[in-house]
C-alpha cells in the first residue's frame, strides 16, 4: 500500500512539473517586467523611542537608550542626569518605512518598527515623534503613534510562558506623515529609458521590437541587456502619463537562461523550459542498512560462582534497492527528463543528487543555483 501511495505522489508530483516547465511561456505585460528609471521607491530611516511598555523595555545596561530619554527630556525643559535613569518601560527602535514615488505632502506610509536594544516584549507601546531620514540626511517623513506586533506573550509566577509570533518587531499602518516630496518632473522629458527586472539581450530586443511596432519604427532602441531607451511620440507630447500607461501595457514574451533551482534543506526542485541534457545513463538506488539491537540476559549456573549480566544482542541488515538503468537521449526536454526519471522511482531529494551528479558529467545544459 505504502508503495503504491508513493508512486502515486511521485506521479502527481511529475506530472505538475511537466505541466509548468513545458507550457509555452506566456507574453507578459512590461509594466511586470520593468520600470521607468527614476519612478521608484526611496529608503527612509530613524531612530525614535517606544514608550508604554510594561516593564518589558530596555534596562539601564542599554546606555544609549537613556542617553536619547535624557536628550528628549531635556528639550522640552526636564534637565536629568542620563546616568541616573532607569526605566524599563520605554525602548529604542529603529523606524524603516517606504517612501514611493510621487507621493506628496500629508500622504501617509506604514513603518515598521525594530528593537535595537535588549528590550523583551514591544507590546502596548507608542513610537514617539520621529523624523524619518532618506539616504541624503534630510527628513523626508515623521512616524509617531501605537504599535501593532501582532503577537502576545502570557507567562505564569513558576516562569513558564506561551509566546505567539515575533515580539521585538511592529508596524504602525499609516503611522508615518510625508513632509517633503522627491522631485521628479516627467513632464519635460523627451525620452524614457526602460529597466529590466531581470536583464536579458533577448527580452530587451523583443521589448524594443514590440513597442516600435505599437508607436513607430524607431521609437525604441536596446541599450543594452538592462535598458530600452524610448522616444517620446509626438501624439503624446502633452499627456506623458497616457504614453507611460499605454506602454507598460504593452505584452513582451520574455526569455531567460537554462537554470535549475535546488533548495536541499526542503527538497524542492525547479527546472526552467530551457533546460536540456546530453546524451546520459542514468541509475540511482538506495543502500540501507538496518541495525536493531536490544538487552539480552546472561544467567550462569547454580554454585558457578558467575554473576548475572545484560548482554546486548545485535542484528544487522543491509538492503540495496534494485534500480533499472535508463538513457536519456541528447537535446531531450526537460519534460522527457522528468518522465524518464520518474521511470526509476525517484523522489524529489534523488532528484537533487541525480541533477548535480548529471552536471557534474557535463551532461547538463543549464546553470545549476542552490537555494
Known sequence: MMTIMKYIKSTIITLLIVFFVTAQAPAIRIKDLASIKGVRNNQLVGYGLIVGLNGTGDDDKTQFMNQTLANMLEKMGIVVDAAQVDVDNVAGVMVTAVLPPFAKVGARLDVTVSSIGN??????????????????????????????????????????????????????????????????????????????NNPDFTTSIRMAQVISDSFGAGYAQAIDSGTVNVLLPAAYKNNIVSFIADLEALDVKPDSIAKVILNERTGTVVIGENVRISTVAVSHGNLSIIIKEQPGVSQPLPFSGGETAVVPQTQVQIREEKSNLILLPEGASIGAVIRGLNAIGVTPRDLIAILQAIKAAGALQAKIELI
Do not use: R, W
Request: aromatic residues 2%.
Open 119 to 196: 528590550a523583551e516584549n514591544l507590546q502596548g507601546g507608542t513610537l514617539l515623534m520621529t523624523p524619518l531620514k532618506g539616504a541624503d540626511g534630510q527628513v523626508y517623513a515623521v512616524a509617531q503613534g501605537p504599535i501593532s506586533i501582532g503577537g502576545f506573550e502570557a507567562g505564569g509566577a513558576s516562569g513558564s510562558s506561551i509566546q505567539k509570533n515575533h515580539l521585538l518587531v511592529g508596524s504602525i499602518p499609516g503611522g508615518a506623515l510625508v513632509e517633503k516630496e522627491v522631485p521628479l518632473d516627467l513632464s519635460k522629458k523627451a525620452n524614457l529609458d526602460v529597466i529590466l
